[in-house]
């Protein structure tokens, strides 16, 4: 599998071009340019590759494998709705998948990562990372949506499958699991893909196991002794960091729905993200980050559960409790609104009472006035 993107269509992180120094001048002089590369890879599978172009935005070349040993072998490319994707390995939970997205049960990876990757572009806004997690078995895939005219690239944990992506001379940014391809064309600037991770066009390089976590740029050095491109972990210090500060009691000092000045995550909007609980009878009192317009039309769909899921038992005890509660404050009201009606009531027929006293008076009164003046 071979995927080249030309400049502008693919802003990779910058550490993966490497340091420039005499050795990599000399080696980028002998680098081929990604064209050339795409002919060795077509030559080397003459009777069963193919390649795709997409006027000057994108080529992707594919070749079914001889022989399947194993699972992480299989290879697929399928194209639909100017959607193309080449999938590598496979899913144990497939059958699960396309049940799910309503597809058929002759549907295969490829089919449902199109079918996945569509569902979040238009239908949003269930977030990419809690997609990927679902996924059970080794994969790695690469997408390239010609309408949209973006790239989503992603690589299992597994480590069963390796992707490599470089820079070459020219800006073009090359992937493929064929380490020798990508280097052909980028002399040093290449590394591997990080497992675990998801790379979108348009948001960038991020791991969707630890989506709270920043990338960390890793300087890598080859054989020779010579700076390479850089590799990617997550940032474990930042992990600590991101996490929310606690008191002696151990209670969370961030409230509900307060903006999250001290843990500096960011929705896809590029900006800080508010922490909201939720309170559904599947995840009571379950706190979740969110877009500051979560639900909107106009919101970005970012959503990121910040507590752990809760026991079963614990998501059937709370509701029963929350509505009992309920229906005792519902009870506690109506005793209020009883009482002063009770209280009005009461009230009134002291003001009656006093009105027809006076009224007696007063009559009364003018009676014997009348009587003394006879």
């Not at 069963?48 to 699972?71: C, E, K, M, T, V």
């Not at 949003?124 to 989503?152: R, S």
Request: hydrophobic fraction near 40%; charge should be positive.
């Amino acid at each position: 599998m071979l995927a080249i993107f030309k400049n502008g269509l693919v802003e990779p992180p910058k550490e993966l071009n490497s340091p420039a120094s005499e050795s990599q001048a000399a080696s980028l002089m002998l680098a081929k340019v990604p064209e050339e590369t795409l002919k060795d890879f077509m030559a080397s599978h003459s009777n069963n590759g193919f390649s795709l172009g997409f006027a000057d935005h994108a080529l992707l070349a594919y070749a079914p494998p001889q022989r399947s040993i194993s699972s992480a072998d299989q290879r697929m490319f399928c194209g639909i709705d100017d959607i193309y994707c080449v999938f590598l390995g496979s899913l144990t939970n497939l059958w699960n998948l396309n049940k799910q997205y309503g597809l058929s049960k002759n549907s295969n990876e490829a089919m449902f990562v199109i079918e996945a990757y569509r569902t979040l572009r238009d239908r949003g806004p269930y977030p990419a990372h809690q997609v990927l997690k679902d996924l059970e078995g080794c994969f790695g895939f690469v997408i390239y949506d010609n309408k949209a005219g973006t790239v989503f690239v992603a690589l299992g944990a597994d480590e069963a499958i390796k992707f490599y992506w470089g820079i070459s001379a020219n800006g073009t940014v090359m992937i493929s699991d064929n380490v020798n391809l990508v280097k052909a064309s980028c002399a040093k600037s290449f590394a591997p893909f990080p497992a675990g991770c998801m790379y979108h066009s348009e948001r960038g390089l991020m791991s969707f196991e630890h989506p709270m976590n920043k990338m960390k740029a890793m300087p890598r050095v080859d054989s020779e002794g010579i700076m390479c491109g850089a590799t990617f972990k997550v940032d474990v210090l930042n992990k600590m960091h991101s996490m929310p500060r606690i008191n002696q009691s151990k209670e969370v000092v961030v409230k509900e729905s307060e903006e999250i000045t001290t843990v500096p995550v960011s929705c896809y909007c590029g900006k800080a993200s508010k922490l909201r609980t939720s309170w559904t009878d599947a995840n009571p009192g379950r706190r979740f980050l969110c877009c500051k317009k979560y639900g909107r039309s106009s919101g970005c769909g970012f959503f990121q559960w910040y507590d752990k899921p809760m026991c079963e038992q614990s998501t059937w005890v709370i509701p029963s409790l929350l509505r009992n509660v309920r229906t005792q404050e519902a009870e506690l009201t109506r005793h209020r609104q009883r009482e002063k009606l009770l209280w009005f009531a009461l009230v009134g027929s002291w003001i009656s009472v006093l009105l027809i006293f006076i009224f007696l008076s007063e009559g009364g009164r003018r009676e014997h006035q009348q009587s003394n003046e006879l």
